[in-house]
């Protein structure tokens, strides 16, 4: 358990549906990350939330719509999606100290989705 | 541009010594972080490096040298456990991570 839990770990969808991933943390952290993981490459962050407000949107298709209700929960609204996009999605969630300390990403073991 | 790079995969021998290096071009530097993911899990933390030396943290050790930028992480007594990819990652000027597309490493027995 890392105290990160993502929900589904899998999900198929075809390009019309729409769906939605969820994360939560209970580590009383107050930033939580989306970001997205494909076979050899970097990660690339997605989206970033501060106390709830979002901070980070890094030129992400509007086919991705994170929602961050409260500073445990992020979601990740899906529609329209095109079979590039099929990849892990990874959730983090971290402390607000990014000027000292190691501010360490905790990360869900993410969501696999392929879009047919 | 900002770039990272770690070789894409390694493979070593149970028991044995393997050094996994990460170098990194990047606007400015506020840490360098290594990671340990094993194949469907969640990425976990390994280790943080801001001054340059070595940070030992039991089998596992990193090295950091800002001027050369360049860090490697060296794992000892290799254990079959340790198959995973290890992803090297450096805070930016802006304070956010810079990744590399991360090592795979495959211990034999």
């Known amino acids: 358990e890392t105290g990160v839990t993502q929900t589904p770990r899998h999900l198929v969808m075809g390009m019309t549906n729409k769906k939605s991933l969820k994360c939560e943390q209970h580590?009383?952290?107050?930033?939580m990350y989306w970001y997205k993981q494909s076979a050899k490459k970097p990660l690339e962050l997605m989206f970033v939330?501060?106390?709830?407000?979002?901070?980070e949107n890094n030129s992400v298709p509007s086919r991705f719509s994170p929602e961050c209700p409260n500073s445990s929960h992020l979601f990740l609204h899906l529609h329209t999606l095109q079979p590039e996009d099929s990849a892990l999605y990874l959730c983090?969630?971290?402390?607000?100290?990014?000027?000292?300390?190691?501010?360490?990403?905790?990360f869900g073991a993410g969501s696999r989705l392929t879009v047919l | 541009g900002q770039n990272i790079d770690q070789p894409t995969e390694m493979t070593a021998t149970e028991g044995a010594i393997v050094q996994i290096n990460c170098t990194y071009q990047?606007?400015?530097?506020?840490?360098l972080f290594w990671y340990q993911q094993h194949a469907g899990e969640a990425p976990t933390f390994l280790s943080y490096?801001?001054l340059d030396g070595l940070e030992e943290k039991g089998r596992f050790s990193s090295f950091l040298s800002r001027s050369k930028g360049y860090s490697y992480l060296l794992l000892k007594e290799l254990q079959m456990k340790d198959s995973a990819s290890y992803l090297c990652?450096?805070?930016?000027?802006?304070?956010?991570?810079?990744w590399g597309a991360g090592t795979k490493l495959i211990i034999k027995p």
């Open positions: 990047t606007s400015g530097f506020n840490g």
């Open positions: 990652a450096v805070r930016g000027s802006n304070y956010q991570l810079i």
């Open positions: 983090a969630s971290s402390r607000i100290d990014s000027t000292s300390g190691a501010n360490v990403l905790t």
């Open positions: 490096n801001v």
């Open positions: 580590l009383g952290h107050n930033a």
């Open positions: 939330y501060n106390f709830k407000e979002q901070t």
